[in-house]
């Protein structure tokens, strides 16, 4: 996988995705049609057209890196994937179909078990975030590829996590307590991991729960601008792991200890 351009390739998604938000809010301002999944969970004709669209792209870059993706059952029964995508066309589904703004369309490259790469986009926030590689983390604004530092406007008095749910479990509680987390603000879609890595929060906690395609492309772009990703326990987080399920996350600011 050495021969491949990272850097190239993320560049090369970065307009699909831009088209791909364009296609959910306009198949939403349409009307979307909605059915509930097996594991009951909602899905829209919008999830499914974004999958396609950047499914289609990515593998016109990569034909031979296998795609895992949460809206198709392909190459999911596969075991000890090392070097493969993982791709969440619409997460944060219950925000799409309410017309609410945090949901996100998301890929991330993982070599080696490792996140390379992560684009994640939030359509109706038009927050557009990439990265490829340490210290390569960026947001578009009004054109501009500005670089992320999650360090920025730290302030030690005052640590902001954002949070699952705005009822944290004692087990959580007790993490904010000993990173001294002053406040917390529910958020549900990966764009968690972007304003982490944009330095508008400080970290995230959340027990085992989702799946790898869910945090991928923000763990990528979190740790390429800086933070620190980890079980509860402070072990290296890879992919590819049984049923592609997660365990305990810890994101942080590089600023906190």
């Known amino acids: ?22 296609i959910s809010i306009e198949l939403r301002n349409q009307g979307l049609t909605k059915e509930i999944k097996s594991d009951n969970t909602p899905v829209s004709n919008g999830d499914l057209e974004v999958n396609k669209i950047i499914t289609k792209k990515i593998l016109s870059l990569t034909p031979d890196i296998l795609i895992i993706s949460e809206e198709t059952s392909e190459n999911k029964s596969k075991n000890n994937l090392e070097n493969f995508w993982l791709i969440d066309p619409i997460d944060g589904t219950y925000d799409y179909i309410n017309d609410l ?38 947001e578009i604004i009004n054109g501009k590829h500005l670089k992320l530092d999650c360090s920025k406007n730290f302030d030690k008095n005052n640590i902001k996590f954002v949070s699952y749910s705005n009822n944290i479990k004692p087990e959580i509680k007790k993490i904010h307590e000993k990173l001294k987390v002053k406040e917390f603000v529910r958020m549900k879609s990966s764009l968690k991991f972007c304003v982490i890595a944009s330095g508008e929060f400080d970290g995230y906690v959340a027990e085992p729960r989702a799946c790898e395609w869910d945090i991928a492309a923000g763990h990528a772009i979190l740790k390429h601008a800086g933070g620190d990703i980890t079980d509860f326990d402070g072990n290296e987080i890879l992919y590819g792991k049984k049923e592609f399920k997660n365990p305990s996350l810890i994101l942080k600011s590089k600023n906190i200890l």
Do not use: C, Q
Request: aromatic share 14%.
């Open 101 to 138: 703004e945090e949901f996100t369309i998301n890929a991330g490259l993982i070599i080696n078990k490792k996140p390379v790469a992560g684009l994640i986009y939030a359509p109706a926030k038009e927050r557009m975030f990439y990265s490829y590689g340490k210290d390569n983390a960026y």
């Open 1 to 22: 996988m050495n021969n491949i351009d990272i850097k190239k390739i993320v560049e090369n998604l970065i307009e699909t995705f831009l088209y791909a938000g364009k």
